[in-house]
């Protein structure tokens, strides 16, 4: 059993910068891919972004390449967020999730344990 806990979500301007975090309970952390999903209002939640369980892979979706970084401290049995250049369009509640498989997904239903989600929200 995982549970995890995100944060560092809040509000920003246009062109700003946050970084989530998500921290997971358990010993075997490394084992456990992780994804970011995000969910707007009256939209289904769409995949951000995953990483491996050593972190040596990741995926991104196209609508965050090159703005977003996923990765992990698996010492902190943590995994981060940066989130750059944001747009008014990444406003959502973001997620992290954990599956049992080293290697990730871009899947909403490929993941077995789901955080309680944090606020983000982008003004223009």
């Known amino acids: 059993q995982v549970q995890l806990v995100e944060s560092g979500g809040g509000l920003v301007q246009a062109g700003g910068s946050l970084r989530l975090s998500c921290a997971a309970s358990?010993?075997?952390?490394?084992?456990?891919?992780v994804g970011w999903f995000r969910q707007a209002p009256g939209k289904e939640r769409e995949f951000v972004a995953t990483?491996?369980?050593?972190?040596?892979?990741?995926s991104y979706a196209d609508s965050v390449k090159g703005r977003f970084t996923i990765s992990r401290d698996n010492a902190k049995n943590t995994v981060y967020l940066q989130m750059n250049s944001l747009k008014p369009e990444d406003t959502a509640v973001h997620y992290c999730?954990?599956?049992?498989?080293?290697?990730?997904?871009?899947?909403?239903?490929?993941?077995?344990?789901w955080g309680q989600g944090t606020q983000v929200t982008v003004s223009s």
């Open positions: 990483i491996s369980g050593s972190g040596g892979s990741t």
């Open positions: 999730a954990a599956r049992n498989s080293l290697n990730g997904s871009l899947k909403v239903g490929a993941y077995d344990y």
């Open positions: 358990g010993r075997t952390f490394s084992r456990y891919a």
